[in-house]
Each structure stands twice: as structure tokens, then as C-alpha cells.
């Protein structure tokens, strides 16, 4: 038997997001929702999670997270309890304790949730609740507390239910959970529906307490984490503070960020030491940039990586890599596939696909390099376009270490640019140029040099 499994409910309608995607698999700082929860019960030390979901969105949640979680269904609305009771075939009689959340906070710590864990024995021995004390309830269950000494927790009141709302801060439920769980197998029968047919799981506190039971609700470290999101403008507040967070983060690392609310840093970002980020400048996906950088103002990088000593001004680059020592832009872009060896320099105005650059190659103005292989120290001149298209399928362009390529070159793929060639401005290179060759004109032929 496990001392402490986990259930992440995600079968709810998500309704107020108004969305085709589920709830749960919305995007929080470049994430799906859904990780936040399976990740925080990994870090704690919960392997075994099992994720309610719902028929409308089983599919799409085990595409996200795959085997390395278990499932129940949940068949009808039956609420956060029936959402519970679902995981019951796979976890009666499976563990001593439970944990359960929600797939649709994702600001719960680390901290508060050990802290939760840590505490519920001692402090109840059924029900464990995270709870937060928020200036406004927003729609989230209140807690209940006696007016003696001891201030005990007697339930949870559903803000629906709640008519005795007087403007005092309040504390509210963060629907994070640590229950015994064989008495929460047996007690989740008794919860009754409420207004409509849902059952709400958080009527189990006032049921431990007419049981005689001590409930606990421990407050979180942040009251921000007990917020959840059940529309986009929750969605965009509750991803401003994890933005802000993560950029403090990474400022309290060494890196310079001036305007910080003008830059976005997703959450799979990795940072090197005294990088500075400009304003204006988004990082996304999994992108990791080195140490000394520069990136911006207004650049877009995702799912990049960038070494050290590089500098990206007003650029976007995607699936993109740059070793070391490496500048572009302003306004140049780097699609997929596109690598820089270390010293390349690309300028402005030029784009880059599926190419490699080698190192110390130069492109500094105006052009399109796709389907190509630049050679080390090759200089680029402006307007040079590799015509990699032919219409059906697209040619390489193979450029030899050395070559100079003069303005406004066209190299009609597939051809190559021998080691040391030159091609003179404005030549329409339709045929491979020898090493350390010249070609000049249209169509371009070799001459003496
Ligand atoms: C719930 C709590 C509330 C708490 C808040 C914290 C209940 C009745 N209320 O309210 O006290 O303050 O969370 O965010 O529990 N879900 C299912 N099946 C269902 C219904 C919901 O799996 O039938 C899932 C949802 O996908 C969601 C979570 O349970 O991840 C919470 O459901 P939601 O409808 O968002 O509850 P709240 O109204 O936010
Ligand atoms: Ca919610």
C-alpha cells in the first residue's frame, strides 16, 4: 500500500472559458494547465496520480501526459465528489492518505502543498485543506470558521450559498486537499447534491466535523496560489503574476531586465549569467540562451537555443540555433532549421531556413538563405537569394568554405559554390561554379578572374 497518492480532477465542462480546447490543456506561460498539478504532485514525491477526466476531453488529456499518469472517467456531472469517486475503482483500499486537486490552479508551491502534506496528520487526521485569505472570494468556496478561541474550521461555503458576504478579506478554499483515505472512500456516499446535480466534495468538512473530527485549513505561503481559472480573464491575471514571478527569478540570477512588465519569459526558459533581455523581447517554449547575451528590444525567439556572448536585436528566430558569439539583426528571422556556427553575423533583412551557417560566415543585409549549407568565413552579399523552389520540390544550395558571393546573386538550386569561388553582382548562377572560379552574368558563366 502507498502512504499517499493523488487525483487531479480535470473533468469539469470548463465552461466559462467559452473555449473548443478543454480547460486544462489552455496554455499558462507556454505550459498546459494540466502539467502544473502532475508536476507539483512529482516534486513533492506523489508518483502515482490517477486524472479524472471526461469523456468530451479523455482523448485530448491522454495525449498530453500519456502513460505517465492513470485515468478515471467521470460519466456525468456529478461534481467535484462524483469526480473523486470515479478514481475509487483504481484507489480504494490503495493507500493511507490522498491528496486531491484541481487541473486548473496552477500557482500552488511547492512549499504549501509539503507544508499541507506534512501537517495532516497532526493537525486532522480526515481532511486537510489549503486555503488562502483573499480580499475578494471570486466565486471560490469560503471557509468556515466557529467564533470561539480556537477559530475551528466547521465547512466550506460554495460562493453560491454564500449571501453573508460583508467585504472583509476572507479566507477562501484553494480545492487542494489531504484526506485519510479509507474514510474518505466511505464518506464520499454521504455528500448529497446541492442546488443542481452536482456534489460538492467540499461539504466532506463540515461532515469530519459532525463526525467530532478536527478540520485543518492551513493557509498557503502566497495567498495567490489558492486563485484557479475559470475564464480567460482569470487566465490573463493569474499569468500575470506567474510572469512576473519568473522574471524575478531570473533577475535574482544575474540577468538584466529593463521594462521587466514588457518582457514575457516562459516558463521552460533557461537563462545564462549577466544576459540582458531589452524591452519588448519575448521568450517562448523551450528556449535556453547563454550567458552575456543580448536579446531585443522586440525580439521573438521560441523554441530556440542560443550560446553565450550572442546578441538578437529586433529579431524573431524559432527552432533555431545559435552557438557562440553569434549577432543578427535588426530585423531579420531565423525559421526553422536555420544553425549559426559560432561568429557568424547575419545583419538586417535577411531570412533564414533550414541552413546551416559555418562559422564566421557573413550575411549582413537583405536575402533569403533556405535548403543551404554556408561555409566557414563565406561572405553573402546583399540580395542574395538561394532560388530553392523549383515549383515540386525544394533543392539545396551548397556554398564552399571561403566562396564570396557577390550582391544580388540568384543561386537556383540545387548548385554549388565551390571552395574560394566568386560570383559577381547580380549573377544567375544555374550551374556549380569550380573551386576558386568566377562566374559573372545571367545566365552565369565562368571567366578568368
Ligand atoms: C472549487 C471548490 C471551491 C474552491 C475552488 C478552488 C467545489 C464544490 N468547490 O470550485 O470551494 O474554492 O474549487 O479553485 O469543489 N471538476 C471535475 N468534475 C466535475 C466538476 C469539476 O472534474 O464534475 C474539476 C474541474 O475540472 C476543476 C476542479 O474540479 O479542475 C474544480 O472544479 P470547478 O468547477 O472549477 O470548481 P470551482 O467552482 O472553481
Ligand atoms: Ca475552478
Known sequence: MDDLVG????AGEGVRMKSRTPKVLHRFCGKELLRYPVELLGKVGVDRIVVVVSRANQDAVQDLLGDSVEYAVQSSKTGTAGAVESAASLLRGESKQIVVLGGDA???SEESMQGLINGHVENAPLMSILSGIVQDSNGLGRINRDHG???????????????????????????????QADWLWENLARITPGKGPERYLTDLAALAVEQGENVAA???NDPAEVLGINNRVELANLEDIQRR??????????????DPSSVMIDTGVTLGQDTVLLPNTILLGNTSIGANCEIGPGSVVRDSSIGDDCRVTSSAMENAVMESGVDVGPFSHLRPGAYLESGVHIGNYVEVKESRFAAGAVMGHLGYIGDASIG???NVGAGTVTCNYDGKDKQRTIVEDGAFIGCDTMLVAPVTIGAGAITGAGAVVT???????????????????
Open 106 to 108: 496552477p500557482l500552488v
Open 376 to 378: 566557414a568565413k563565406v
Open 149 to 179: 478561541s480556537q477559530r475551528a474550521v466547521m465547512g466550506i461555503i460554495e460562493a453560491s450559498d454564500d449571501l453573508n458576504r460583508d467585504g472583509q478579506p476572507v479566507e477562501v478554499n484553494a480545492g487542494v486537499y489531504c484526506f
Open 431 to 449: 550551374k556549380d561554379v569550380p573551386s576558386a572560379r568566377l562566374a559573372v552574368g545571367v545566365p552565369a558563366k565562368i571567366v578568368e578572374r
Open 7 to 10: 487525483i487531479i480532477l480535470a
Open 245 to 258: 514571478r519568473i522574471r524575478e527569478h531570473w533577475m535574482l540570477e544575474g540577468v538584466t531586465i529593463s
Open 218 to 220: 492551513l493557509p498557503a
